[in-house]
């Protein structure tokens, strides 16, 4: 499975888009993108995934470059419960889920 | 639709025992998968199981094992307990085993003193 790389914190202001990057520069061409969060003492949510195009959903927009090799999480309004460590995860269909260490994102109002 | 359910919540075990514990997948879900949480390893997988069969696993001893039935609910139980082995203990199903969301439970917080 391909390895990401995310900066391990973030802050946000509330109300403003929370964008999330990831680096995944050895990607290969049947492997998706998840992005899932934790919230402290809960398991992890999912957010969102996709393969090649942009998705969007009631939670978050995830941006995917032409190349593939990166892709930004969007918040469009973050509060404060939006607060959490956020993972990029790379899998080929039917892999198990590499969780690395997250992006820890505050949200200060 | 209700969620993934893990019981118990919280245990406490001493070193030598062993311990099971439980995972109920949502509704229609086929697919269960395990992953271990602690401060210093992050998550990490240990199995999944799909219509019964061990179809993935991770780099855990032969201490760790887990089975699932036929109505897709899942139990893991790890034998002769060691002080490393106190983590959180999550479980996670979804609807089929290639490429579908997991949907993970609360956990078990597992002590082991």
């Known amino acids: 499975d391909a390895k990401t790389t995310q900066p391990t914190s973030m802050d946000c202001a509330e109300g403003r888009a929370a964008n999330l990057p990831c680096n995944h520069s050895?990607?290969?061409?049947?492997?998706?993108v998840y992005w899932y969060r934790q919230i402290h003492s809960q398991g992890p949510q999912y957010i969102i995934h996709?393969?090649?195009n942009n998705e969007t959903n009631e939670m978050a927009s995830l941006i995917i470059t032409e190349d593939r090799k990166s892709s930004t999480l969007i918040l469009p309004h973050a509060t404060l419960r939006d607060t959490a460590v956020y993972y990029c995860?790379?899998?080929?269909?039917?892999?198990?889920?590499?969780f690395g260490q997250g992006t820890e994102l505050s949200v200060k109002p | 639709k209700a969620g993934v359910t893990q019981t118990p919540r919280y245990l406490i075990k001493t070193r030598g025992q062993q311990v099971t514990l439980s995972c109920s997948p949502i509704?229609?879900?086929?697919?269960v998968s395990w992953y271990q949480q602690t401060p210093g390893q992050g998550l990490q997988f240990l199995f999944e199981?799909?219509?019964?069969?061990?179809?993935n696993k991770g780099n855990f001893p032969g201490r760790f094992s887990g089975r699932q039935f036929s109505n897709s609910r899942s139990e893991m139980n790890v034998s002769t307990l060691e002080l490393g082995d106190s983590a959180l203990y999550l479980c996670?199903?979804?609807?089929?085993?290639?490429?579908?969301?997991?949907?993970f439970g609360n956990g078990t917080r597992l002590t082991v003193t």
């Open positions: 996670a199903s979804r609807f089929r085993q290639e490429n579908s969301p997991l949907h």
């Open positions: 050895t990607i290969s061409g049947n492997e998706y």
């Open positions: 996709g393969l090649k």
């Open positions: 995860i790379v899998v080929n269909q039917g892999g198990k889920l590499i």
């Open positions: 509704s229609g879900h086929r697919s």
């Open positions: 199981y799909f219509s019964e069969t061990q179809r």
